[in-house]
Every structure is written in C-alpha cells, then in structure tokens.
C-alpha cells in the first residue's frame, strides 16, 4: 500500500492522474489502476469522477493528511528511535532576510511546543524556492511574493509589506531623489531576483537617466557599498534596517514609493500535515506585520 499512498500523494500535488503520471515515471492507465487498487483496500472512493476528470473527495483529503504522515513515518524507519516515531522533517526554504529575522523565534517557539520534529532550512533565492514548493521538495518557502499567478495548488500568506527608500552615503547632501538618482553612482539590486524586478520596473516607469556601477543581490552588500560612499541604491526597509547604519542616510519617495511583499508559499493548507500548519502559525505570529511600515526612520547620531 506505501506504492498507492505515494501515487496519491502526487495526484493530490499535481491535480490529475495524467500529470503525476509523468512526474513519477508512471503510464496514466498505471496511475489509474493504482488508485482502483488503493481504494478496494480502504473500502471507500477518495475521488469523485465525472467521465475522465477525477477530483479528490472529502474523504480522499482526510486520508492526504494521514498518508503524508504515514510516508514519513515510513522513510525514517532504522533511522529514528522508537521513541521518537512521532517524529516529523519539515523542510523550510527561506532567503536570507527572512532567515534572519523571522524564523529564528518562529522555529523556537515551534520546537518548544514540538520537541520530537526536524526542521531543516533551505537557503536560496524565491524563484528557486518557488519551485522548490511545487514540486514538494519543500513544505513552505518564506520568499519575496512572485510578480505572476500562482497555480492554484499553492497559497500565498502574506508577512509584511517592505517600503522602498533611496538610501545614500550619509554625507551626500539633498533630498531631491530623482536628482540623487541622476546625478549619484546607482548600485542595483538584481534584477533577476523579484525584488530587483520592482526595482527595474519602477526605473523604466520614472524614465530616469542612470549611472550604473555595480549589480548585486545580497542586501548587506548593498549597504555596505553605500556606506562605504560607491553611490546610492533603491533599498527595501526590511525589518533588518528599521535603523540605518550611522553612514547612511535613507530618503522617502513620497507618492512613488513601492514595495516589496515578503510571505510564505505553501500547497493550500488542508493539504499539509499538521506540525507544517503550526509552523506556519508561528511564522506568521512572529511575522514584522502585514501593515505598511512607518515612514524612514531618524539616523542614529
């Protein structure tokens, strides 16, 4: 039956026999026969069929949940104790600002309350993550929310909304943004990572003329350069800068600023086993706020 559960597990992932077919290696019609085999066992239909579509049930959801748990259990036999049979991995991609702002009391609130689960994280970048998920590899993912639709196996729960500034050495005199960005080396943010994207978006709308210096995706990086004096950057006030460095000195766009959405992506919840629910409750409880952060913040003297 582990066979079965397994091929259910990736039915209930990719949403019809024919897709999971092709993700595990198997004939649709093998598929098929798997699942007649596994609900002759259990005695009862986990699908709803309408001619050749097949939607799982309320009852094939229940058993999601326990066949999830089940596998698992399964994959850690001769590795974990009898004692801690009750033992769960939960895998957690993460980029690294939320990495080290909210996941640290999330996941020790977490082990307080689940002594006997595994967490592992998984550093990298939000599109990576994002596959990450999809294809179960993950159990969530805590990344900058992507610029297109999400199929709709996954959900979106947003942790907070991130304003951009310009932030400048600390020495550069004006307050002008426009003509800081004319005038001042530019240091970008990548603009292959989401959050670059918004800031590339934003560039091409104000028809700004630049001067480009340096591109990178590390926002300490980012930081330091300015600090340093290299030049000047478009930055997300991540819950990480709620205070700038004394060298640098972050400026208000006003009625152009734009933001950043950082949050969790995970499969709809009633799909996830339930240490993966409270994680995510954690998370969330820990989360800087889903509310627009307050304007730039006064520079330490």
Known sequence: MIRELKTFI??????TFASAAQKIGLTQAAVSAQM???EAELGFALFD???????????????LLQAQELIQLYSNLGATPVADAKAMHINVGAIATLQRTVLPDALANFHSTRPGCHT???????????NLVDAGDVDMA?????????????????LAREPFRLIVPSYVAGSDWAQLLSEQPFIRYDRTSFGGRLVDRFLRQ???????ICECDELETIVKLVANGAGVALFPQTAAFTRWPAKVRAIDLGVHTFYRETGLLHRQEQSLAEPVRQLIQFIM???????????????PK
């Open 10 to 15: 990736a039915v209930s992932r990719e949403g």
């Open 36 to 38: 007649q085999r596994l």
């Open 49 to 63: 069929r309408q001619g050749r579509s097949a939607r799982i049930n309320a009852k094939g959801q229940q058993l």
């Open 120 to 130: 592992r994280i998984i550093p990298g970048v939000s599109m990576d993550m994002v």
């Open 142 to 158: 805590a990344i900058i929310r992507p610029p297109f639709h999400l199929q709709s196996e996954l959900q979106w729960q947003t």
């Open 206 to 212: 104000m028809h700004i003329g630049l001067h480009e």
């Open 285 to 299: 409880k820990c989360a800087p706020g889903q509310q627009v952060m307050s304007a730039s913040p006064p520079t």
